[in-house]
């Protein structure tokens, strides 16, 4: 009955780990193993309140986690991923950052791939890194403040694409935004897109599919890729043009 946390100094090196921080009459308690040196490299399974993980060495890998405040997943040398069948649940913010914490030239940023459809991503997700995938199968994705290098990949299966007030999306590469049930014919179901906060800043081309889509770029100009609206589609640019990439193909099927 208590938190999980770590002594100051010390440092934690495991190929698997489970951590649960659970009184087993619904109360949580704070999971904390942020000190520098920490290798978690293996299965990182953690239930509590409020969970903070970083891993120094090889990535940060995780299993099934459940949180019912905030995540936060720190990798400074290696990708934030998810290991076999495992599921994310978190009731607040999730907040994931893969970057070597040096500045200028010998900054390095890695990839997050959180890509199970058992995820349930409640709050606000943030995140910095390289290539970043994420997928929500239960009820939509409020994206935070987002910043990559290279690409950036969401999908929800069961409910809206949003960001949450007074945040922003940085994207180095190509976005693609799915927001679909996966099935087909009578039984597909889309869902809204809507990223139009002050800020946005699209480098490459958009890419997606969902029911009415509303996309701002603020700094550069906004380019479309292969993108299907069965609703509306609004596409706004304040500091640039609106093109098409070479072969992309916008449908817009609703009025």
Known sequence: SGSISQQG?????????KLVADNGAGTKYDITLANSGNDLNGKVNADGLNISLLGSTGGLKLGNITAGGDLVATSLGGWILQRGNSGITVVGDASLTADNGLIGID?????ITLNRASND???AVNADGKNITLIDGTAGI?????????GFKITSKNGDIVQANATSLGIGGISTLTANNGLTGIDSVKYN???????NDFMGAINGIGNDVSLVDDIGGLKIGEFTAVGSFSGTSRSGVINQSVGGKLAVTGI
């Open 9 to 17: 100094g010390s440092s934690l090196a495991a190929n698997w780990m």
């Open 107 to 111: 900054n390095t940023k890695y990839n």
């Open 121 to 123: 991503l409640q709050g």
């Open 142 to 150: 409020n994206l935070g403040t987002i910043a990559t290098t290279e």
């Open 193 to 199: 897109i809507v990223l139009a906060n002050a800020g």
